[in-house]
């Protein structure tokens, strides 16, 4: 017997290390050749690592959420199949993400065991015409035992959630019962027949709890949330705004914006935060800690909370007082765009003097914003209803939002954090105010 080390390969050019994302086998688990067996981040994207051997897993080096440099030994494989002290490992074929499975160096295709449906049609053997059938478990390999973590790929855990498949009441056919898109297709073929995919039967299926090791951009999200909330003692102050006027200045500059971009209500809130630094100058400031000093900037760079799936990320509107109302909307939408396809630049996610965040139609009534460090200010834009107001004579239908803004109390009193709502308040209210030079 022989062991055979699988080290991690160059996932991408310029890349020196990479975050265990997932672990897909364990320790006693026997792979063969090509099974996928864990899965590795960049800063790019993510990557799946299969096994170049066959044979019994006896030890790995890296668990969820380490960081492993290139080249760094990764899974240890008993091979059964030869003799002789341990060997240079061959190169693992990494999977691209949203592309065709290939190998970073050639490898030799794994010798085929059992007749495929294409090469039987060739040899005139008739072909199933149904749905692909689900793969016969390995006789060798026992199936995932109740209770166990859940072995799936990304591609098929996405597929179940589209289809409503609850993965851990599936038995998989795979390695380690590994669940495979072959056992997808049963399930949807079942259900094609009149059975359910999502439940086998009506009885209680055996609770099983599925532990996910917090890594990658929600792991940094989680410790910059925690830091903030934890050395920034928050003060949040909630005023309601009626914004019937800014709307109407809103749907009017978008009937004649020919091909610029259509204007939200984000470019006109950051357009009233550039007229409010003017008389709040104390409100755009980042606040050192450990030197204890603040740092005021004469330019307004607007934090833009942005969700992506991979999580929140705050691109950089910088220079705001320089644009006008359809340049902050063309640059919110490039910044925007780039969050969510991973395209980012380091230097537009950092250096903001206040942040803008607001869930649009999903928001609630009022929210309380965490602050993004460094900064001292955050801004948050609540839903927007119609509900009656009081002239002084009758009431009358007014479009109605809350803003929710939270100050780092260190820095911001109480007076200036409620001076400068009253004032986005009138601004907002008001919006002309927003265009008159001082």
């Known amino acids: 017997m022989a062991i055979r080390t699988i080290r991690l390969p160059d996932v991408g050019e310029g890349v020196t290390e990479a975050e265990v994302a997932e672990i897909l086998v364990k320790p006693g688990d026997l792979v063969r050749e090509d099974d996928p067996i864990a899965a590795v981040m960049t800063d790019k994207a993510t990557v799946e690592i299969t096994s170049a051997y066959s044979g019994k897993v006896v030890w790995i080096g ?43 160096t050639p490898v030799e295709p794994a010798k085929q065991t059992t007749p495929s449906p294409i090469s039987a049609v060739g ?10 059938q689900p793969m016969p478990p390995n006789p060798a390999i026992p199936p995932r035992a109740e209770g166990a973590p859940v072995l799936a790929s990304p591609a098929v855990r996405q597929r179940a959630r589209d289809g409503g498949i609850d993965l851990r009441q599936v038995s998989g056919s795979g390695p380690a019962g590994r669940i495979t898109h072959a056992d997808l297709d049963s399930l949807f073929q079942q259900a094609g027949q009149g059975g359910s995919a999502a439940t086998s039967s009506l009885q209680p299926q055996p609770e099983t709890v599925e532990t996910v090791k917090v890594a990658g951009l929600r792991r940094m999200i ?51 935060l550039v007229k409010a630094k003017q008389s ?3 409100i755009f400031a980042r606040y ?58 380091r230097e537009e996610l950092s250096g903001s003097t206040i942040t803008i965040t607001s869930l649009g139609p999903l928001g609630a009534i009022a929210t309380t914003p965490i602050i993004n460090k460094p900064e001292v200010a955050i801004l948050g834009i609540n839903r927007m209803a119609v509900r009656p107001s009081w ?17 780092d109390h260190r820095v911001i009193d109480g007076w200036d954090a409620a001076v400068f709502v009253q ?4 601004l907002l209210e008001t919006p002309a105010m927003i265009f008159m030079k001082d």
Not at 74 to 82: G, H
């Open 280 to 282: 709040n100058p104390k």
């Open 62 to 104: 890296g668990e969820v959420g380490k960081t492993l440099a290139i080249g760094s030994d990764l899974i240890r494989i008993e091979d059964d199949t030869a003799a002789g002290a341990e060997e240079e490992p061959k190169a693992v074929p990494v999977a691209e993400p949203a592309a065709a499975t290939q190998s970073l």
């Open 288 to 345: 050192d800690d450990e030197a204890d000093e603040v740092q005021y900037s004469s330019a307004v760079h607007i934090g833009i909370a942005t969700m992506t799936d991979g999580g929140l990320m705050v691109p950089v509107l910088r220079h705001a007082e320089a644009l006008d109302l359809f340049g902050m909307a063309t640059e919110i939408g490039r910044l925007s765009e780039a969050c969510r396809t991973n395209k980012a630049k």
């Open 222 to 272: 989680a410790r910059r949330m925690s830091e903030a909330n934890a050395s920034i003692p928050h003060i949040t102050v909630v005023e309601e705004v009626d914004v019937t006027e800014i709307e109407a200045l809103r749907v009017k500059l978008n009937e004649t914006r020919g091909d610029r971009p259509k204007l939200t209500l984000l470019p006109l809130t950051a357009a009233a």
């Open 423 to 426: 004032k986005m308040k009138v």
């Open 123 to 132: 040899t005139g053997t008739q072909a199933a015409a149904s749905a692909p």
């Open 391 to 407: 002239n002084g004579t009758a009431f009358v239908p007014r479009t109605m939002m809350n803003i929710s803004a939270s100050f």
